[in-house]
């Protein structure tokens, strides 16, 4: 589990705002110029709260779990999701600097640099709806 400072300054940005729903973008560069664009909806309704992480352009969706004390767990993130990325990233395993799920939480899931100006409410229907109560189950779909 990981103690993650930046999500305690969202969660204190989100209730000065009075909101329980937030979306912000961020990028994940690679090799060459390859990047994904990640949308997230941080969902702070209940407990354990949602990180939702749609990849722009791409199929791919990965949901996150926060738990009290603002902890990530990065086995969260599936090692189907890992390969993926790191095939559309272009990048090579490097056994001196591996890209793995304790990475990609730790160094890109929230960047250095606040993304605030891209930080905008979260709607209902932005929100993938579980599998089990649609009718294509195998499907997600982000909307953004």
Sequence with gaps: MLHHERLKRLYKEMRQLGV???AFKFPVYGKDDRQVVFSVA???EGTPWQLLLGARTHNRFERLRVLYGFQIDPMDLSEDFIKWLREVLGLE???D???TRFKFVTKHLFPETPCEAQQRP???HEIPVDRSQVEEGDKIYFLH
Aim: aromatic share 14%; charged share 20%; with cysteine.
């Design 97 to 99: 600097d591996p890209f």
């Design 93 to 95: 395993y490097d056994p």
């Design 20 to 22: 329980t729903r937030q």
């Design 42 to 44: 941080c969902i702070a």
């Design 122 to 124: 979260v709607h209902p």
